[in-house]
């Protein structure tokens, strides 16, 4: 394919606090994936801007994405509505259905170089990269065969009436993304939003935009209108707000940061437009005593340290009932001192954070609970062989950790578990509840009127009986309640929260 060549220098000296190296596009083939995908067609940031992609295993650039803003978002939006008004609009729910199934299975198809440019882009252990590409066809697969099952309903009313509740498309709908499982995130909004009927506008994050710009070109391939996927790539602060702003979108629905997704709400709430916010976490494990403790440790380590810690839904907190608490942390602490951290093609436990400053964040939080004589209970370890310039941490367990701690309550988002001792089942609970946030949960013993109690009395949007979920789970509505978000995703929760009715009444006589 001809396309015009982005000339684009860097035109930054640093994103997000981090710094960044020299970088040139001489050697650049012409590719698509550097260019905003609007309308049907690959185009450059207006003003010719971009910014670099950089791999986290060695913080060297490797490719560049277009810098788009206000005036790019502004031309995504238009494409949208005129999808709406045209061939997307047209499309019956079944023909939807078709197409995102074709997409599903084309991302099978390209599952392994998909798998790669993923890994590539987040530095996550290709065994990670492949799930998550598994999961993003799933998603494809699951909205697809739900497109035409999304109907209204016959509603009982006076005689002489006939009462019906219309499903419909919002229309425009907004979506940005963060850069932890960029896959299976844009899979994850954008797969429900065009099932029914929306055309979306999708803000990936600036760190990783190329699995959202490759599926864009896959959609394309498969028969998707123009218009009806658009994919503009920068920075949160111009393209992300000028989309979260636009007076053109129905709906918008953001995952990331508290404070980020508070920005996006009070721009939607501008223009009175319905809001969805998956945001962070501080998930419990609650361990009784009569817990299977063997079958308990391997999954509690690995809720933790999958994907370094950067999982809105981590275990992060591990909550011991004082009778088993020196049991359970000697095992946990065993297990956490064999996790190994490496590059995509080392295959470890996990990967480098995704960049400098998260690399900083966490680090801060060790080097804290350190200082402050928190007992440390376990570490992993970093390969060798790594670049030393890679966003390496290493994963730390900490415990006992005081209830008031910053590790007690704040979103870390990298690989540290902090074990606290409870003592009755009501302990237990008061220490579950007491974070600002309420996304996941896992409750952990073989009384199954306890399992029902707490399940009843823990806040979160989704909890976890004798297992834990992070990620996968297409069908399983999910999100969050306090300072975790609000509104779902995920299951047929995501088709009603992407659409909206409309109540039509005759008289008929
Ligand atoms: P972030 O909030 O910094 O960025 C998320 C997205 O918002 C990116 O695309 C970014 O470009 C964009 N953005 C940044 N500033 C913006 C602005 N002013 N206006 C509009 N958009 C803007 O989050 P992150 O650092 O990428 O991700 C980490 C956070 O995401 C963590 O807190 C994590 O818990 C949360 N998260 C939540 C879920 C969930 O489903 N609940 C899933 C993954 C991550």
């Known amino acids: 394919m001809a396309l015009p060549r982005m000339q684009a220098a860097l035109a930054l000296n640093s994103i997000h606090g981090r710094s960044l190296l020299p970088y040139s596009v001489e050697n650049l083939q012409e590719n ?71 997409l599903g299975n084309s991302v099978l198809d390209h599952h392994a170089e998909l798998a790669a440019l993923e890994a590539r882009d987040t530095g996550k ?123 053109g979108i129905d709906f918008i629905s953001f995952t990331g940061s508290n404070e980020v997704g508070t920005l996006v709400q009070q721009a939607a709430a501008r223009n009175a437009v319905k809001c969805v916010l998956e945001l962070g976490g501080k998930s419990p494990q609650i361990l009784f005593e009569d817990a299977d403790i063997e079958r308990a440790v391997p999954i509690i380590v690995r809720a933790i340290v999958q ?42 436990d996990c990967g480098p954070v995704m960049n400098p400053a998260q690399q900083a964040r966490v680090n801060r939080y060790i080097a804290a609970a350190k200082a402050a004589g928190i007992p440390l209970l376990a570490e992993g370890h970093i390969a060798e062989g790594v670049s030393p310039t890679g966003h390496w941490v290493t994963p730390t367990f900490f415990g006992p950790v005081p209830r008031d701690a910053q590790l007690a309550c704040e979103e870390v988002f990298g690989p540290v578990l902090a074990a606290f001792p409870f003592k009755d089942e009501a302990d237990a609970i008061a220490l579950a509840n007491g974070t600002p946030y309420g996304l996941l949960a896992a409750v952990w013993t073989e009384n199954g009127s306890r399992q029902t109690r707490v399940a009843k009395a823990v806040k979160a949007g989704q909890l976890f009986i004798n297992c834990y979920g992070a990620g996968g789970g297409v069908e399983l509505p999910f999100g969050g309640t306090k300072r975790s978000g609000h509104g779902r995703e995920k299951g047929f929760l995501a088709l009603e929260e992407m659409s909206t009715t409309k109540t039509v009444i005759q008289y008929h006589g």
């Open 307 to 348: 994907n370094a810690g950067q999982t809105c839904t981590a275990g992060s907190r591990l909550l011991v009932q004082h009778s088993i608490y020196d049991r359970v942390v000697e095992q946990v602490a065993a297990a956490y001192a064999k996790v190994r951290v490496g590059t995509p093609a080392m295959d470890l």
């Open 125 to 247: 252990p290709m065994t990670t990269a492949r799930n998550d590409i598994t999961v993003l066809a799933r998603y494809f697969e699951f909205y697809g065969s739900a497109a035409d099952k999304l109907h209204g309903e016959v509603i009982p009313f006076l005689n002489g009436h006939h009462a019906v509740l219309m499903r419909e498309p919002l229309g425009v709908t907004g979506h940005i993304i963060p850069w932890n499982y960029p896959a299976q995130m844009l899979g994850r909004t954008i797969a429900p939003a065009l099932a029914a009927g929306n055309a979306v506008v999708l803000k990936p994050a600036e760190d990783t935009s190329l699995s959202a710009l490759r599926v864009a070109e896959l959609a394309t391939e498969v028969g998707f209108p123009d218009g009806s996927i658009n994919v503009v790539t920068g920075l949160g602060e111009e393209a992300g707000a000028a989309l979260a702003g636009h007076p």
């Open 32 to 102: 698509p994936l550097e260019q905003l995908f609007i309308g049907g067609r690959w185009m450059a940031a207006l003003d010719g801007r971009s910014l670099p992609v950089i791999n986290p295993a060695d913080g060297q650039a490797f490719d560049q994405i277009a810098r788009g803003a206000a005036a790019e978002v502004d031309m995504a939006v238009k494409a949208a509505r005129s999808a709406l008004d045209g061939a997307w609009g047209k499309l019956t729910a079944t023909e939807r259905g078709r197409l995102l199934i074709k």
